[in-house]
């Protein structure tokens, strides 16, 4: 009889703690290759997985670029074009929240890019980078995986690019989704997906050689207006973490007036989770007087995830009405329908809400 050939996974390695050594003691730097990190996994000869490396950066989180996670989401789609089951990629945890929701938007195809890093050096005792990279393996070739886009894996936790935060500088199990929960887990050398998300938003490819500067200004207590116009100035695209729901000094608010006549501004919430409204409050610098003066609402976006879906927006090409509908829609504020982009549906018949698959 025929046998099921293994499931393929490629790995892209980037750099970031996962991969830190020091050479004298003293303070680590990205120096593993992404086959060493493989070779360091216990477990993962007998998962039942075909393995293929790539080093791709070796870089601190920190350092890493839209360019590089546009090179790599081609790259990636090179290897699933040829038969990969999913991607894995490794990375520094300072951005991982940034680029894994860069990735989700480039990603058009089924399979899944998944996410990880470490907050435990290899050097130090319990280092984390091994667990994190065995189950983000097993997720990447899980058939339960397919058609939720990028997918980070910390901790044996599956969250959704979309959601996913950074929420403790230290701590290993600092990524959450605070909003929405983890797509499912990690258990038993199993995938146990419990949600999926109900629907994709992909947008087009970065224009060759098209670059977009989008600032991101956090209003703080008795803001000075010069402050924000200064910023506001030197960029194509803006995005504004307001205090609660939305607000901002009643100073800052003719600023932000001249600023959405010449440039797109999302009004974010600078609060960890919630979403800004659009129609409670109304004396002047709440969210339902900023929007009257052309300010954009990010709803349930994060204001770093709302930086990178307006920078990516602009670096596209794509026109100031569909912007704004874009915004909106990942916020959770439109229906998706309305998305300016071809969407999918993937929480149909064939796929149950709760699922469990072998790694």
Not at 264 to 269: F, H, K, M, R, T
Request: contains cysteine; hydrophobic residues 40%; aromatic residues 4%.
């Amino acid at each position: 009889m025929p046998t099921t050939p293994l499931p393929r996974v490629v790995v892209f390695g980037l750099g970031g703690t996962i991969a830190m050594t020091s050479t004298n003691g003293g303070a680590v730097r990205p120096t593993l290759s992404a086959r060493q990190l493989i070779d360091a996994v216990p477990g993962l000869a007998e998962a039942g997985i075909e393995i293929e490396v790539v080093d791709f950066r070796r870089r601190p989180g920190a350092s890493l670029t839209f360019a590089d996670i546009t090179e790599l989401t081609t790259a990636a789609a090179h290897e699933l074009d040829a038969g990969a089951t999913g991607v894995v990629v490794t990375q520094g945890t300072d951005t991982i929240e940034e680029t894994a929701y860069l990735l989700d938007l480039l990603h058009h195809r089924p399979e899944p890019i998944v996410v990880t890093g470490a907050m435990r050096n290899p050097t130090l005792a319990g280092a984390d980078g091994p667990a994190n990279l065995l189950a983000t393996i097993a997720t990447a070739a899980a058939p339960a995986a397919r058609e939720q886009g990028c997918l980070v894996v910390l901790a044996d936790e599956i969250h959704a690019a979309r959601w996913v935060t950074k929420t403790h500088s230290t701590s290993g199990a600092t990524f959450r989704s605070l909003d929405s929960g983890p797509l499912g887990y990690v258990l038993e050398g199993r995938v146990r997906m419990l949600t999926r998300m109900p629907y994709r938003l992909t947008i087009p490819a970065c224009r060759s050689g098209k670059h977009a500067s989008v600032g991101l200004y956090t209003v703080t207590l008795d803001d000075d207006p010069t402050l924000l116009s200064a910023t506001g100035a030197r960029v194509d695209g803006l995005v504004v973490a307001g205090f609660g729901v939305g607000h901002v000094p009643e100073p800052l608010v003719d600023t932000l007036t001249t600023l959405a006549s010449r440039i797109p501004v999302v009004l974010a919430s600078r609060t960890p989770a919630g979403p800004t409204l659009v129609r409670t409050y109304g004396f002047p610098g709440s969210e339902q007087d900023l929007l009257t003066r052309g300010l954009i609402p990010a709803g349930w976006l994060h204001p770093y995830k709302a930086r990178v879906l307006l920078r990516a927006l602009l670096a596209a090409g794509a026109k100031p009405q569909d912007i704004a509908t874009a915004v909106t829609t990942a916020g959770g504020l439109t229906d998706p329908i309305a998305w300016p982009w071809p969407t999918a549906s993937h929480n149909n018949d064939d796929q149950p809400e709760t699922s469990t698959t072998d790694a």
